[in-house]
């Protein structure tokens, strides 16, 4: 995604899936995750189901990469701190916008976090034109869009569920910025997985405020770890292998084609259907993320974007 600092690994990839073909798998999985998540609303809420979510996401990455973390001092926990906070925040309230919004429509909202960002850290004028392009999107997907256009949605588009989305987008932004500080401190994986246990710790007293000792039960454990595995574990993973495999540009270009995949997984698993004018938004802010991607200054990548 556009605005990801740091370096680059240059350990060439074991073999095994190409870059290109691990990179789809890992986006399907992170939208499959999200709408397999959004099933679990009824029974554990917006809140639970993120808690649980980025708890076990916590849990499985400190099993598969075994961080170092009594090695990170206080200077390192000041950068973490705030990393993982943003991190807890975003996915809070994007699965707080699925309540009212489409799992695609949502996507497409949270890309223009990292799409503004690029804009306030650019000095070029094509990147503002590319931030315009994604803001036609947004007023395409508004309900005044809607009305304009003569877009018909299969479901109502929430203003609370946009502003929601919106941020989301913002808290991506600052995660972000915040990874920039923690990849400079921290190096490897630790950061990550440090920035993943203060997201659970953030999370934590929204979901049990939500869903209580519904979060423990047997069969919620259980699914909440499928989508900790869709969600983080498995893109996570597959993720970094094509990180070390292309360009950091080529990624971002790819990532942009995410809010697509968002939404044929809410058809597929949800019965979620967009009408044209949202389809027509949902191509604006792609093609405004691939453009600055493309155009953009080049830059490096030290770990994959935050998972929802």
């Known amino acids: 995604m556009p605005g990801m600092t740091a370096a680059r690994s240059t350990a060439r990839p074991r073999p095994g899936l190409p870059p290109i073909p691990a990179l789809l798998l890992a986006m399907v999985s992170i939208q499959g995750g999200a709408a397999f998540a959004k099933t679990l609303f009824p029974t554990l809420g917006a809140a639970g189901t993120t808690t649980l979510r980025v708890t076990l996401a916590a849990a499985l990455l400190v099993a598969l990469l075994r961080p170092n973390l009594r090695a990170l001092t206080r200077a390192d926990w000041a950068a973490i701190v705030p990393y993982g906070a943003a991190l807890g925040l975003m996915n809070l309230a994007f699965y707080e916008s699925l309540r009212t919004l489409p799992l695609g429509l949502a996507v497409t909202l949270e890309f223009i976090g990292p799409l503004t960002l690029s804009l306030l850290l650019s000095r070029r004028a094509l990147d503002v034109a590319w931030v315009v392009l994604a803001g036609l999107g947004i007023a395409l997907i508004s309900p005044l869009g809607q009305q304009l256009t003569g877009g018909v949605a299969a479901a109502p588009v929430s203003p609370v569920g946009i502003g929601l989305?919106?941020?989301?987008?913002?808290?991506?932004?600052?995660?972000?910025?915040?990874?920039?500080?923690?990849?400079?401190?921290?190096?490897?994986?630790?950061?990550?997985?440090?920035?993943?246990?203060?997201?659970?710790?953030?999370?934590?007293?929204?979901?049990?405020?939500?869903?209580?000792?519904?979060?423990?039960?047997?069969?919620?454990?259980?699914?909440?770890?499928?989508?900790?595995?869709?969600?983080?574990?498995?893109?996570?993973?597959?993720?970094?292998?094509?990180?070390?495999?292309i360009p950091a540009r080529i990624f971002g270009v790819m990532m942009s084609v995410e809010p697509a995949i968002a939404a044929l997984s809410g058809l597929l698993f949800l019965g979620e259907r967009l009408g044209a004018a949202q389809w027509i938004a949902m191509l604006c802010v792609i093609a405004a993320s691939a453009g600055i991607n493309l155009t953009g200054k080049p830059t490096a990548h030290s770990e994959p974007e935050p998972v929802n």
């Open 165 to 245: 989305a919106l941020l989301a987008g913002a808290f991506w932004a600052l995660y972000i910025l915040a990874g920039g500080a923690v990849g400079r401190r921290v190096p490897g994986t630790t950061g990550v997985v440090a920035g993943m246990i203060v997201a659970a710790v953030v999370t934590l007293p929204f979901g049990v405020a939500e869903a209580g000792a519904d979060l423990l039960t047997p069969s919620a454990l259980a699914l909440g770890l499928g989508v900790a595995v869709l969600s983080s574990a498995l893109p996570y993973t597959l993720e970094m292998r094509a990180l070390r495999a």
